[in-house]
């Protein structure tokens, strides 16, 4: 689950019309610079926040998905279809929903690490 620090910086990605530096992103969130230079490496390092360098800055940007707003309502269209699922079987509240979808991505993910899986699921296949 996102904490709030970094649905922040997401937002704050993601209304940019650039990369931008965490300094900037401090400065838009009213957050403390060490604060967000750590949510933007938890981020980076899952892969929702791109990282560009060069020579002597540092910047970020939204994965791609995040500003694409035919992916964004495919996304929420299957995460309906989920949530119906799930529902189908036995109501559930909001919470228990996320829970349960959450459990099974963590089990999908782990299943496809034992399977040898090693696509990259940040890449559209080919």
């Given at each position: 689950m996102?904490?709030?620090?970094?649905?922040k910086i997401l937002s704050t990605l993601i209304e940019s019309d650039k990369p931008i530096t965490a300094y900037k992103i401090a400065k838009r969130t009213g957050e403390h610079g060490a604060n967000i230079r750590d949510g933007i490496h938890k981020l980076v390092q899952v892969g929702v926040v791109m990282e560009h360098n060069s020579e002597r800055t540092t910047s970020y940007s939204p994965h791609p998905v995040l500003t694409c707003k035919d992916c964004i309502q495919s996304i929420a269209e299957h995460?309906?279809?989920?949530?119906?699922?799930?529902?189908?079987?036995?109501?559930?509240?909001?919470?228990?929903?996320?829970?349960?979808?959450?459990?099974?991505?963590?089990r999908v993910?782990?299943?496809?690490?034992?399977?040898?899986?090693?696509?990259?699921?940040?890449?559209?296949d080919n």
């Open positions: 996102l904490k709030q620090r970094e649905v995460i309906s279809e989920i949530a119906d699922l799930i529902d189908g079987h036995e109501k559930v509240e909001p919470e228990g929903t996320k829970m349960i979808f959450d459990f099974i991505m963590r993910q782990i299943s496809n690490i034992y399977n040898g899986d090693k696509r990259d699921s940040h890449k559209p």
